[in-house]
């Protein structure tokens, strides 16, 4: 049997403010809005990979974000071509770095990363290959 990765998928408070932050500032496309069950939601294409949102269903029981480390889902990597000029511009559109533009180390090897927090809390890796 083999396994390949096909998707990720985000249950988030404002479907459209999500949307937003992926395709407006991000740069995925919006491959389709439907419903997943009784949920409104939206699939993303991110440089081939997807991206699935959907609303909370009733009844779902939604115990937290992600502004606390847990067991699970802890952030997505997204590879940039220039780490300054992405961090620049997500904090001129009010995104908050935890972590700013590090300098590659002996922890980072041949890269360079930032973590910002997106909607719902989302802990999002930036990373830049360095030659």
Known sequence: MKYRYHHIHLICRDLPTTEA???????????????????????LDLGGTRIYLRTHRDGDAITGDSSNPRFGYDHIGLQVEDLDAAHRALSAKGY???MPPQQPGAVLGDMRIAFLKGPDNISVELLQLLE
């Open 21 to 43: 932050f992926f395709t407006t500032d991000l740069g995925a496309a919006l491959v389709e809005r439907r419903k997943f069950g009784t949920a409104d939601g939206a699939i």
């Open 96 to 98: 908050v770095f935890f």
